[in-house]
């Protein structure tokens, strides 16, 4: 018997009930810090990565590979993270407070990009301009006023 084979029958003998929810976090709880957090990585990814210069050693190399990939996955997970703001938490309602809403996260989305086919301090910073802006428009619908701060 084919490993294939054994699994679709360990399949059968042994399925998961099939559960649907209306959005990605059920629990309800949401936070922009998240993104934010990506967006300071991407943002001292981008200095750190300024800071190596033209230096083309072996260790230099080494390090400057690290801080690109790990500059790349945080401005995905940026981007991850606006998105589970946008579609989960925000709701059509929520466009009569912000009419600006979805221009400002498709932008937002947009910079994390940008980000990523760059080395440029001024499109992470212009991208941590855009996560204040959703940081300042998901605490007011909540009716919170939380300021705005970095870890860095």
């Known amino acids: 018997m084919t490993l294939t084979a054994l699994l679709e ?12 929810a209306h959005c990605d976090g059920p629990c309800g ?3 922009p810090a998240s993104a934010r957090i990506a967006g300071e990585a991407v943002l ?3 200095k750190k990565l300024l800071d ?4 083309h050693d072996t260790a ?5 590979s690290r801080y690109i990939a790990i500059k790349e996955a945080e401005a ?4 991850r993270q606006l998105n589970i703001l946008w579609h989960d938490y925000f709701k059509p309602a929520h466009l009569e407070d912000y009419p600006e809403l979805h221009t400002t996260f ?10 990523k086919t760059s080395v440029s301090v001024e499109a992470a910073t212009e991208l941590m301009t855009q996560i204040e802006a959703i940081h300042n428009m998901f605490w007011a619908s909540k009716g ?3 300021p705005w701060y970095t870890a860095s």
Not at 52 to 55: A, K, T, Y
């Open 144 to 146: 919170r006023d939380i």
């Open 29 to 31: 709880v949401y936070d």
């Open 9 to 20: 029958k360990l399949s059968v003998r042994f399925s998961a009930p099939v559960v649907q």
């Open 76 to 79: 995905e997970e940026a981007k």
């Open 106 to 115: 498709w932008n937002a989305a947009k910079q994390a990009s940008a980000c």
């Open 60 to 64: 230099t190399e080494n390090t400057r």
């Open 52 to 55: 190596l210069g033209d230096s």
């Open 44 to 46: 001292s990814m981008t």
